[in-house]
């Protein structure tokens, strides 16, 4: 896929950026230490974001394209307003990717300048493993994920990250538990990060958690 387009919006039900971070790959784009990418994350993007996202715009790009990937939990009718002149009359060279949930309805306005489009995204599988690899010493804990990292499977990580994720949430109380196991969230939620918005390799981000989350039984 070329991108020939200046925006796109992207569905996801979990609002993950790993998909389209696997497409910008796919298009020669770098997404380890590239200055000219630029991830957010709102909970409510609102007016004043808006406007913030269009004075990054107009900056000049350092590798010749400046790509936005927006993750958005909720967007006001005035921030998408605000967005209306930027998407229609871009600054060249400049492409925005909005990730929203199905269901969030964007103004016809706005919707019409956005080409929609569709990538693969890491789902959730319980595949029994994240207890094991909890359990697991750190020496130890290299089998389990050795697959994904000789196959460098960024979508496989992040759906084995979501996994440990999901179990982890489901045993600790998060008010009083102070110890492994809240260490051991942080950390894991830490490499997912890392995985997602800074385009870590699949080897660093696994190896982080190796070394990093706690024995938790």
Known sequence: MELNHHAYLVRSPSLSHAGVLSLLEREGVSVMGNPDLLIRQYDSLG???????????????????????????????EAQNALLKLFEEPTAHTHFFLILRPGITLLPTLASRLSELTVLEAEHVDSGLAPRFLKAYPSERATYVAELIDAGDRLGTEAFLNELLTFLRTKIDLVKDSGEGRAALDAVVTARRLLIEKGTSVKQALEYVIAAVPRYT
């Open 47 to 77: 007016v004043d974001d808006a406007r913030g996202l269009k004075s990054e715009a107009i900056l000049k790009p350092v590798t010749g394209k400046r790509m936005f990937v927006l993750s958005v939990g909720a967007i006001t009718a």
